[in-house]
């Protein structure tokens, strides 16, 4: 199988982005063809041979070939007649995080293209790239939140109790994140988080709180989990700790929370996945409050595709390309037209 990583894209995860798709390297067997988005929403190939980070802040990219995207495909001129050559792959994996890539906007290209891709499509995007419409999911699919405050740019923000934890409504990565602990430092972290979003969040913030990664996808019908995971124990996992975790390849370690808790967890993913994110690999983070579960975030395009949480995710990925959802087909007759056409005897 040949897989084109399509990466980059206008977003404050772009840096990131690269950083986890030079990493696939080393955890995809297949044949890799390195699609990069630019700033200005160009595409270039990349030869994998060459590919490594220093490329593109010295921007020697764009010495590589442009291409375009067409119907089924990417295609770039050949010869010097500039003849379109179709580029040869099987299923795209999207691997541009945050903007472009999460929210929505690449998966509506690929599916208007109709190529074959792995990722959330975008109903899906839009409800997991904002929180405050994650939050609103979860709730309706009866998995629990932290209470949260929703805020806009010019609305008064009022906070009774502290600590609490302030994040910017579209961003990951804990870009703009900040943990308030008094009123004092309450108008600096806003100040932070609107730089990035018009919008942000407020929830409790609960010191020591116990914090669990499960990644998963469906696969003809059936849930296939990653084990469950307990990262690294610190009291927030900044944007400098979360960025080393997007080249992440070494397996993670297992953690047993007991047949009870294992079972909430495995049962709050199923009802966050549905059918929602078919055709995608997720992961999502969970806290572990009184043996109650509740979700903290979807990442519907995680760091390396969270595979270190999976013993064969080369095989994983393959049975995913093979079961993409099919868009279904709905046919143009004109049938309304002719009617009127005909009624009017024409």
């Not at 798709?21 to 700033?39: C, N, P, Q, R, T």
């Not at 609305?155 to 008094?182: H, N, Y």
Request: net charge negative; proline share 3%.
């Amino acid at each position: 199988m040949k897989v084109a990583i399509v990466f980059g894209g206008v977003s404050f995860e772009h840096e990131i982005s690269i950083v986890s798709a030079i990493a696939m390297k080393d955890v995809l067997s297949d044949e890799l063809l390195y699609i990069f988005l630019d700033e200005n929403r160009d595409f270039y190939h990349i030869p994998s041979k060459t590919i490594k980070s220093k490329l593109f802040s010295s921007q020697e990219y764009k010495k590589c070939d442009k291409i375009n995207i067409c119907k089924n495909g990417f295609s770039k001129k050949t010869g010097l007649l500039g003849k379109e050559k179709p580029l040869e792959f099987d299923v795209v994996l999207n691997l541009s995080h945050g903007g472009d890539g999460e929210d929505g906007i690449l998966s509506s290209v690929l599916e208007f293209y109709n190529i074959p891709f792995i990722a959330p499509r975008t109903e899906a995007c839009v409800v997991s790239s904002n929180k405050f419409l994650t939050k609103g999911y979860a709730h309706s699919v009866s998995v629990n939140t932290l209470d949260y405050k929703y805020y806009t740019k010019d609305d008064e923000v009022v906070v009774d109790t502290f600590p609490v934890i302030i994040k910017p409504v579209k961003l990951g990565s804990s870009i703009g994140v900040s943990i308030v602990k008094t009123q004092e430092e309450l108008e600096y972290s806003l100040d932070v988080a609107y730089e990035f979003d018009d919008a942000i969040i407020i929830e409790p913030f609960i010191s020591g709180v116990k914090e669990y990664n499960l990644a998963g996808t469906k696969i003809n019908g059936e849930f296939k989990f990653s084990i469950i995971e307990e990262p690294q124990k610190t009291e927030f996992l900044d944007f400098d700790k979360k960025y080393l975790d997007f080249s992440r390849t070494s397996k993670a370690l297992e953690v047993d929370l007991g047949e009870e808790l294992n079972e909430k967890v495995k049962k709050s993913f199923e009802r966050i996945y549905n059918n929602l994110f078919e055709g995608s690999i997720i992961r999502c983070d969970f806290f572990v409050v009184d043996n109650e579960v509740y979700l903290n975030e979807i990442n519907s395009i995680p760091g390396s595709m969270a595979n270190y949480l999976f013993d064969d995710f080369n095989l994983l990925f393959k049975n995913v390309a093979k079961t993409l959802p099919k868009k279904k087909h709905i046919p143009v007759t004109y049938e309304y037209v002719n009617k009127i056409h005909a009624s009017k005897g024409k």
